[in-house]
């Protein structure tokens, strides 16, 4: 069964800073990945989705981007940091065999 | 424009009773329904996934129902317990190119000793 590896687990970062947050999968080949944003008490946002290698979708117009290098690698990203940006990130990825989708344990991100 | 809609948006009951967390959806053509459980600060749990033939699945003291026809679906909880505090999100994806699952805003459940 797949894996999902987040990382960092939380990061306070000020206003103005990169971010960078990493993601990877275990246990499967070719999955599609996304990237979602859920603020306190609220739904899952759809950041990014990509279906292959360098293969990214922008669900919401934002200030971060996504990057795939590899197979099962998943990159959120930003250049500068706005405070609306503090959430909590999850990374997930779809079996399409089996039409379940897996999520990681999560990054708490707070924008100070 | 595919929707789901999960009621109610948060419940409260006593440890060992019962409850039923209600789920629509628009979505179309419909593929598969999917239960989560999502504790706080945590990323969600699978708990079910049903489709298009299926009309109840469990898992546990977890039973989801599903009707196509009238496109809902219920979690029931039996003899509820404190570590069932969480939130419960149904998701609904659609068969053919779309890769986007539907989410609904999911109920919150806190279950009082």
């Known amino acids: 069964s797949q894996t999902i590896h987040q990382w960092p687990a939380t990061l306070v970062q000020p206003v103005g800073s990169p971010l960078s947050l990493e993601c990877t999968v275990e246990g499967t080949s070719n999955p599609n990945l996304y990237w979602y944003r859920q603020a306190a008490g609220r739904g899952l946002q759809l950041l990014f989705y990509?279906?292959?290698?360098?293969?990214i979708s922008s669900e919401v117009p934002q200030n971060l981007s996504a990057s795939r290098p590899q197979d099962r690698q998943f990159i959120l990203s930003s250049k500068k940091l706005l405070l609306s940006d503090s959430g909590f990130y999850l990374c997930?990825?779809?079996?399409?065999?089996?039409?379940?989708?897996?999520f990681g344990p999560g990054t708490r991100l707070t924008v100070l | 424009k595919n929707q789901v809609e999960q009621s109610p948006q948060s419940l409260i009951i006593l440890e060992g009773k019962n409850c039923t967390l209600q789920c629509n959806y628009t979505v179309s053509p419909f593929s598969n329904l999917r239960w989560y459980k999502q504790d706080t600060g945590r990323g969600p749990v699978s708990l079910t996934i049903?489709?298009?033939?299926?009309n109840t699945k469990s898992n546990g003291r977890y039973t989801a129902t599903l009707d196509a026809d009238t496109k809902q679906s219920s979690l029931h909880i039996t003899a509820s317990q404190l570590s069932d505090s969480a939130s419960y999100i149904c998701?609904?994806?659609?068969?053919?190119?779309?890769?986007?699952?539907?989410f609904g805003r999911g109920t919150s459940l806190i279950v009082h000793p």
């Open positions: 990509s279906v292959g290698i360098g293969q």
């Open positions: 049903m489709t298009f033939s299926e």
């Open positions: 997930a990825c779809l079996n399409l065999a089996g039409g379940e989708q897996f």
């Open positions: 998701v609904v994806s659609a068969r053919g190119g779309s890769y986007i699952p539907t």
